[in-house]
């Protein structure tokens, strides 16, 4: 399952009127039959919730005061998630006719009209303190307390990630907690801005939309969802038609492979950076120790000392933190077994939390290779999420190939690769450029969608873009690649040998010069197969289709187009 839990407002969502009927106890029930936990999330206080809502047993968590008290039902422990408000402040609305007025253990709520008066008081006071708006109510908490930061906390209590839950809710202190999780649903009665923001709205209102949306995730896990969840996707490159190419974050195995010094590890290592920037959780496995010191992860084990699986488990109990499991004082001859038991516990970790999101598998002939026979036992059928490196796909055990939904290839020869995986797998590989691929190119195919092979162009890993700022924002590229201003009539030679003095340059020639090179298209030309800037390149191309478009708004547009990729960095 990728969805384990539902996060769910309580009034105007669930409740109706501030109350919840047998046939949302029904539902809530039956979420909780298909192993999925709930949790609830309001504003109102624990004490206001537990009057009309006699069912808080039916949640695995309570998120109240909206997200400044944690309540865990099963045994009624209360955790305050914020500090409590000063006896002052409450003294002064008294003080100032502000009613009715509602005090909890952290937040203070009334309701309009009365913002400008709280507004002040936290002025006159000098507290740190905001100010929430839900619909007609009126309610302060500390500063960085909302609906997201309780829920994040109730799915670390639970070892939850945000990646597999699901949000619903209908009022302005719900987009918080609705961002968060990794699809959002908005009830038919929500308001325009929620509606907007969400990925999905019910056809029904209140508990009937709860009921549509717990409908849908028992029958589908909501994969009818999917294309509407791009923003999870994981940028891999540029194509050559200038369209990014994207994988899916979820449900989907990946062989990356291809001759040595080819990039393997280089494209690897990006993806695994941006998998991080998602805040997606991984397991890497390494057995030449080649991510040791990749940023956003704890490293297991060294040449000196053997990871176990325990260690490995239980680092990957909380969802925020990444392995790195160091493999060199693994004997080769040891590594496949050491998968064989590693993988099931993964697995089983999986179905109960739902991470780690991904298990990334480098030179995973060392670790399934083709000479296993008990094949079925080291890769279950249900596994997803699985990211397997080497150098030629016949040197991996079939049963592992047949699971594979994406291979990328690299390297000298791409044709052979890919050939050789669909020989073993039985599928057919359509035709495809296939000449040899430069580094940083590679090959994307998925052959279940009965796609043709796509080249791109792969994304830069954080280390490698660091210097590629540095080299073409004011390095020096050699001659033969700088940019030359020559004009229509060829009368000037004026060399730019960086993004710096091709800015400083085209400010200086003539405004036919200028706009003679953008309309030809030579400044995206140079940003795409020098600087090797696809994102630059395409800006140039837009900027050089406006209508009417003036020398000088022009360049101002290519200098904000440069700046935003490379002023701050550049610095670094």
């Not at 045994?75 to 502000?98: H, M, S, W, Y």
């Not at 907690?177 to 908005?186: G, N, T, W």
Request: aromatic fraction near 6%; hydrophobic fraction near 40%.
């Amino acid at each position: 399952m990728r969805y384990l839990a539902l996060a769910t407002d309580y009034d105007g969502t669930l409740a109706h009127d501030g109350a919840i009927d047998q046939a949302a106890v029904n539902m809530l029930e039956r979420l909780r039959a298909s192993g999925r936990k709930a949790i609830l999330v309001t504003g109102r206080t624990l004490d206001d919730l537990s009057r009309v809502c006699p069912h808080l047993g039916l949640f695995d968590r309570v998120v109240a005061e909206n997200g400044a008290l944690l309540y865990r039902p099963d045994n009624k422990a209360e955790t305050l998630l914020g500090e409590p408000p000063p006896d002052r402040f409450i003294e002064t609305l008294r003080q100032r006719g502000v009613a009715p007025l509602s005090v909890g253990q952290v937040i203070v709520a009334t309701w309009t009209p009365n913002e400008n008066i709280v507004l002040s008081a936290i002025r006159d006071l000098g507290l740190e303190l905001q100010v929430v708006f839900n619909k007609g109510a009126v309610m302060v908490l500390p500063s960085g307390v909302n609906k997201a930061s309780g829920l994040r906390a109730a799915l670390d209590d639970l070892r939850l990630s945000p990646h597999n839950v699901v949000g619903i809710g209908d009022a302005e202190n719900d987009h918080a907690f609705m961002q968060l999780c990794e699809c959002s649903f908005a009830v038919a009665n929500a308001l325009a801005t929620v509606k907007e923001r969400a990925d999905w709205v019910t056809q029904k209102d209140h508990r009937a939309g709860v009921a549509e949306l717990i409908d849908k995730l028992i029958a589908t896990d909501l994969r009818e969802m999917e294309s509407r969840l791009a923003r999870h996707e994981i940028a891999l490159g540029v194509r050559e038609d200038g369209q990014e190419l994207r994988l899916k974050p979820y449900g989907v195995n990946v062989l990356l492979a291809g001759t040595s010094h080819g990039g393997k590890t280089t494209l690897a290592t990006g993806v695994v950076e941006r998998l991080l920037d998602h805040r997606y959780q991984l397991c890497i496995l390494d057995p030449e120790g080649d991510y040791s010191n990749l940023e956003q992860t704890v490293c297991l084990g060294d040449p000196d000392r053997k990871p176990t699986s325990e260690e490995v488990l239980s680092l990957l109990s909380k969802p925020d933190r990444s392995a790195v499991v160091n493999l060199l004082a693994v004997r080769m001859e040891d590594r496949p077994a050491f998968f064989d038991q590693l993988l099931p516990r993964i697995q089983q970790m999986r179905s109960t939390v739902g991470h780690p999101h991904w298990f990334i598998v480098d030179e995973a002939h060392h670790l399934i290779p083709a000479s296993l026979n008990s094949t079925a036992i080291v890769l279950p059928q249900e596994v997803s999420g699985l990211m397997m490196i080497t150098m030629k796909p016949k040197h991996l055990a079939a049963a592992v190939l047949k699971c594979v939904d994406v291979i990328i290839a690299i390297g000298d020869a791409p044709e052979k690769t890919l050939q050789e995986f669909a020989d073993i797998v039985g599928v057919h590989l359509p035709p495809f450029d296939a000449h040899p691929l430069p580094q940083g190119e590679g090959i994307f195919w998925a052959p279940r969608e009965n796609a043709s092979p796509i080249r791109f162009q792969s994304l830069l890993t954080r280390t490698e873009r660091q210097r590629h700022i540095r080299k073409y924002a004011a390095g020096v590229i050699p001659s033969e690649h700088s940019f030359y201003f020559t004009g229509k009539e060829h009368k000037l030679c004026l060399r730019a040998q960086n993004l710096w003095l091709f800015l400083q340059i085209g400010e200086g020639v003539d405004e036919e010069t200028w706009l003679y090179h953008l309309y030809r298209g030579d400044y995206a030309n140079w940003f795409r197969s020098i600087i090797r800037d696809n994102g630059l390149a395409n800006a140039a191309t837009s900027i050089a289709s406006r209508p009417g478009l003036t020398a000088q708004e022009g360049r101002a547009l290519i200098r904000a187009a440069i700046e935003q990729s490379y002023s701050a960095s550049a610095s670094m």
